[in-house]
C-alpha cells in the first residue's frame, strides 16, 4: 500500500485546511485510516483515524473542530481542520492498513502563523 498525502500549507491562526491522502496498491486489505501529526521537538500523535464502516476516533485536542472523513471508492481520507491555531503547526503523516499505523504515507507540512 502506497500513501499520498497532500493539502498542507501556512496559513493564518483561524484559517482552514484540508489535508487528502489517497491510498494505491494493494487497498483491498484498508480497513483503518488516519492521521497523525509531529510538532517540532515533539513527539508524533495521532489526530484521528476513521474505520471502513465511518467510525471515528480523534484525539481530545482536536475533537470538535477537526472532521476525519474518507472516500472508501476512492480509497482516499481526508482531514478537515477549520479554525486552526499556532499549536496545530506540525508535518501531518497519513496512515492506513488493516490496523492503524501498519503503512505510512509522506508527511505534509501545516504551518499556522501570522
Known amino acids: 500500500v502506497q500513501l499520498q498525502a497532500s493539502g498542507g500549507g501556512l496559513v493564518q491562526p483561524g484559517g482552514s485546511l484540508r489535508l487528502s491522502c489517497a491510498a494505491s496498491?494493494?487497498?483491498?486489505?484498508?480497513?483503518?485510516m488516519g492521521w497523525y501529526r509531529q510538532a517540532p521537538g515533539k513527539q508524533r500523535e495521532l489526530v484521528a483515524f476513521?474505520?471502513?464502516?465511518?467510525?471515528?476516533t480523534y484525539a481530545a485536542t482536536v475533537k470538535g473542530r477537526f472532521t476525519i472523513s474518507r472516500d472508501n471508492a476512492k480509497n482516499t481520507v481526508y482531514l478537515q481542520m477549520p479554525s486552526l491555531k499556532p499549536e496545530d503547526t506540525a508535518v501531518y503523516y497519513c496512515?492506513?492498513?488493516?490496523?492503524?499505523?501498519?503503512?505510512w504515507g509522506q508527511g505534509t507540512l501545516v504551518t499556522v502563523s501570522s
Open positions: 496512515t492506513a492498513g488493516r490496523y492503524i499505523e501498519q503503512y
Open positions: 476513521i474505520t471502513s464502516g465511518g467510525s471515528t
Open positions: 496498491g494493494s487497498t483491498s486489505i484498508i480497513n483503518v
